[in-house]
């Protein structure tokens, strides 16, 4: 099968000159982001020029919807059973290694969809998010039947859960061998699929931010949280200093007065979400008293600031415009952040060394960060307090 990341070389002629266009766009795409990558870019990668490009794709939506299809096909074809009459378990267990060594090999694949969807056509997005649902249920199929006691929603959660495990390997690099590597995915996906779901709506409310009923924020916090927001929904490109300004009340030219550029409204959008982040950690830190009661607690901190932010947290990778200095701080913020769960973790787990506990951090954090925005999960009345249940187990001390 082709591969959508493989590029062809200069001076050869590819059998399959459209997939070979797809795999160094991918390729391109996953390195500086959608809007960053020109139709020129590609070609000039490819060794082909601009017009003989368009002979393949009308347009670079077009690329990324073929690329993503490419991915998809790639997932379904790790989840489709070589033996359907086998025992259900060992069919659930053939797909949790399929999907581990398919998404070691390709982080590419899980990449391209979580951060690029916002920039396929709407026709598109309904279709491979079609596509996407299917490839899940097809996976809940045989976890059912292993697992009858749970509902269809239940499987299908799991199942996205487990597949935001596989997808954690798009958010990091690490240093460990493929083998152990797999061996991880394996682990925690198998874990959050014997998760049992309590099917109870939490009844708490989840942080919310500022409160305008008693004093409402003031115009520059306003403009914070609405540019936080539409970054989310719309991604950095597609949002003006005009929208920021109408979506907080206030027009486009008074919106300068606060802020000098789009850039510096994400930056201040960006420390809205540590800051937030940073206050769940104190209030932990003031009340556990052991590593594994501060680790359940970062936990819990974490999903309410993801129900807001997660969409935001990913738009910062295509920011082009962000100076050295603006990079170096996001980094260093969320290198901190996940730098305190990886401690405590091995303080819990004595027996994981210190890159195999930051890839299970980040199997954790992606699951958070991916089921809020997961349109088949999110509208669970029981999401939040399933939630924190789910990356536990992912981090094997559930």
Partial sequence: ?????????????????????AGVAAKLFCERGFHEVGITDIAAAAGITGPALYRHFSDK???????????????????????????AIDQVE???ENLARVSVERPEISALWRRER???????QRELRHRWSELIASWARPLRAARP?????????????????????????????????????????RAVLHHTPANKPNGQ???????????????????????????????????????????????????YRHFPSKTAVFMA???????????????????????????EGLVRSYVPVMRESADLLLVGGEIRALTDAERAELRRSQREYVSEWVRLLMAVR?????????????????????LVRTGAVRRRPDLDAELPKLMLAALGIS
Wanted: contains cysteine.
């Fill in 269 to 295: 959008a960006a420390a809205r979400v540590n800051d937030r982040l940073v206050r769940g950690r104190e209030q932990v830190a003031a009340t556990a008293s052991t590593e594994r009661e501060a680790l």
């Fill in 350 to 370: 004595g027996e994981l060394t210190a890159p195999e506990a930051r890839v299970v951090v980040h199997m954790a954090l992606t699951i958070a960060n991916d």
């Fill in 205 to 255: 409310s989840v942080d919310a931010g500022p409160s305008n009923s008693v004093m409402p924020p003031s115009r520059r916090e306003k403009l914070v949280i609405e540019a936080g927001r539409l970054f989310g929904e719309r991604g950095f490109h597609e949002v003006s200093m005009e929208d920021i300004g109408s979506a907080a009340g206030i027009s486009g030219p008074s919106v």
């Fill in 149 to 189: 006691e749970l509902s269809d929603d239940d499987a299908i959660m799991l199942c996205w859960a487990a597949l935001s495990v596989y997808g954690s390997v798009a958010v990091h690099s690490t240093r460990l061998s493929r083998r152990r590597y797999v061996e991880l995915l394996v682990e925690a996906a």
């Fill in 61 to 87: 939506q077009a690329i990324l919807a073929h690329v993503v299809s490419l991915a998809i096909d790639h997932l379904a074809a790790a989840t489709a059973l070589p033996d359907p009459e086998a025992p």
């Fill in 118 to 124: 916002r920039n396929l056509r709407p026709d598109d």
């Fill in 94 to 96: 053939a797909i949790l």
């Fill in 1 to 21: 099968m082709t591969t959508i990341a493989d590029a062809p070389g200069r001076g050869k002629r590819p059998r399959d000159r459209k997939e070979q266009l």
